[in-house]
Nanobody, 127 residues
Framework: QVQLVESGGGLVQAGDSQRLSCAAS????????MGWFRQAPGKEREFVTA????????YYADSVKGRFTISRDDTKTTVYLQMNSLKPEDTAVYYC????????????????????WGQGTQVTVSS
């Protein structure tokens, strides 16, 4: 079992930056690929970004490419989502997810590929 706890959400203005954190604990989280998803009101949960457990590979949705950056610390148990140039359409509940890595470069991109989820943190971007 792996437990995920997100933090860092809140209300910001368009153009601002915000950083989300996801702390993983439990059974060897360092070897888990991790990702961020988001869900806006009335919409399905969508993929945002992922990072391989080794940190050598990342992948981004087109909607956030160039604005968001995913990273993980040296212990590989905390993942960060740095969000720059935020837009009102980025408003959503952001979820951290984890799944055991199958390779050093694997960056899972679908909901079904992830075994563990955090409780979510609300990000609201005002115009």
């Amino acid at each position: 079992q792996v437990q995920l706890v997100e933090s860092g959400g809140g209300l910001v203005q368009a153009g601002d930056s915000q950083r989300l954190s996801c702390a993983a604990s439990g059974r060897t989280p360092a070897v888990y690929a991790m990702g961020w998803f988001r869900q806006a009101p009335g919409k399905e949960r969508e993929f945002v970004t992922a990072i391989s457990w080794s940190r050598i590979n990342t992948y981004y949705a087109d909607s956030v490419k160039g604005r968001f950056t995913i990273s993980r610390d040296d212990t590989k148990t905390t993942v960060y989502l740095q969000m720059n140039s935020l837009k009102p359409e980025d408003t959503a509940v952001y979820y951290c997810a984890a799944t055991r890595g199958v390779s050093t470069s694997w960056t899972p991109r679908t909901i079904r590929q992830y075994a563990y989820w955090g409780q979510g943190t609300q990000v609201t971007v005002s115009s």
